[in-house]
């Protein structure tokens, strides 16, 4: 089960990171550009070049940074869902069980512990869409 979990996530944020990729292409070009004709410039101080340089990184070097939050932000959602997953199950913990009775309680835990972090995994699935659009507003701006 958690194999198929990992898949999913790896699945969905792939999706995402392509398409966001797709979309910020052109600005990537735009700052490299820019940036080679700051470095064609041969009457440009070395303080110019890296000035001019700066420039034309300035809003990729920002797109890369709100994009990077923003994922990061999703991801650590997922984390802390996990998380109280796990809390969820050391709460119900019972201690001084029969070796029998822990065999079955512990197969009552797993069943649990998997419903409750397949949800996380759904609303994280379900949260990427929105990001994406989110991402893609802030990059039409």
């Known amino acids: 089960m ?4 990992q ?9 995402i990171v392509e398409e966001i990729d797709k979309s910020t292409r052109k600005m990537r070009g735009d700052a490299y550009r820019c940036a080679a004709s700051c470095c064609d410039d041969n009457t440009y101080s070395m303080k110019k070049v890296e000035n001019c340089l700066k420039n034309c990184n300035n809003s990729w070097d920002k797109t890369q940074e709100y994009i990077r939050e923003e994922m990061e932000r999703v991801q650590n959602r997922l984390q802390r869902c996990i998380k109280d997953c796990e809390d969820e199950i050391r709460d119900t913990a019972q201690p001084n069980l029969s070796r029998h009775d822990m065999e079955e309680y512990n197969e009552q835990l797993e069943t649990t512990m998997n419903k409750c972090v397949t949800k996380c995994v759904d609303n994280y699935c379900k949260i990427l869409p929105t990001l994406e659009k989110k991402i893609k507003i802030f990059l039409s701006e």
């Open 2 to 5: 958690v194999e198929e979990h």
């Open 7 to 15: 898949r999913r996530v790896t699945e969905h944020t792939n999706k």
